[in-house]
C-alpha cells in the first residue's frame, strides 16, 4: 500500500523559515519517476498547487514549476535514497496559513495558465500557521 506522510509543519512568525518534508512508502524504487508536487488548503479557500518537480516524461524531466503566489521563496526538491521529497519555504508571512499537503503521480500533467491537474497519490496534510 502506497503512502505519502507530511511533517515538519507548525507555527513560526513572519519572515521566518520552515522545511517541509514528505516520506513516501509503498512505491519501492519506482518512487524515484514519480512526478511530485506540494498544495495547500487556507481556511475556507480551495487547494491550490504551489509547486511541482517534474520526472516522469524525458521532455520535461528536471522542471519544476511554482504558483506566482511563492514563486522566488519556496523550494521543491527531492531525495530519492530516502525517498522523501520537500518545501523548503522561506519568508513566510500570514497568507502562507494552510494545510499543506504533498502529492505524486506517476505520469502527472505538468501545471499550465495557473491550472494544477489532478494527481494518484496524496499525504493527509501537515499544519502550518505564521503569525503576524
Known amino acids: 500500500q502506497v503512502q505519502l506522510v507530511e511533517s515538519g509543519g507548525g507555527l513560526v512568525e513572519t519572515g521566518g523559515s520552515l522545511t517541509l518534508s514528505c516520506a513516501a512508502s509503498?512505491?519501492?524504487?519506482?518512487?524515484?519517476?514519480?512526478?511530485k508536487c506540494w498544495f495547500r488548503q487556507a481556511p475556507g479557500q480551495e487547494r491550490e498547487g504551489i509547486a511541482c518537480?517534474?520526472?516522469?516524461?524525458?521532455?520535461?524531466?528536471?522542471?519544476?514549476y511554482y504558483s506566482e503566489s511563492v514563486q522566488g521563496r519556496f523550494t521543491i526538491s527531492t531525495d530519492n535514497v530516502r525517498n522523501t521529497f520537500y518545501l523548503r519555504m522561506v519568508n513566510l508571512g500570514p497568507q502562507d496559513t494552510a494545510v499543506y499537503y504533498c502529492?505524486?503521480?506517476?505520469?502527472?500533467?505538468?501545471?499550465?495558465?495557473?491550472?494544477?491537474?489532478?494527481?494518484?497519490?496524496w499525504g493527509i496534510g501537515t499544519l502550518v500557521t505564521v503569525s503576524s
Open positions: 518537480l517534474s520526472v516522469s516524461d524525458p521532455k520535461w524531466r528536471g522542471n519544476t
Open positions: 509503498g512505491f519501492g524504487d519506482a518512487f524515484a519517476e514519480y512526478d
Open positions: 502529492a505524486a503521480d506517476p505520469d502527472f500533467r505538468p501545471p499550465s495558465n495557473g491550472v494544477w491537474y489532478h494527481m494518484d497519490h
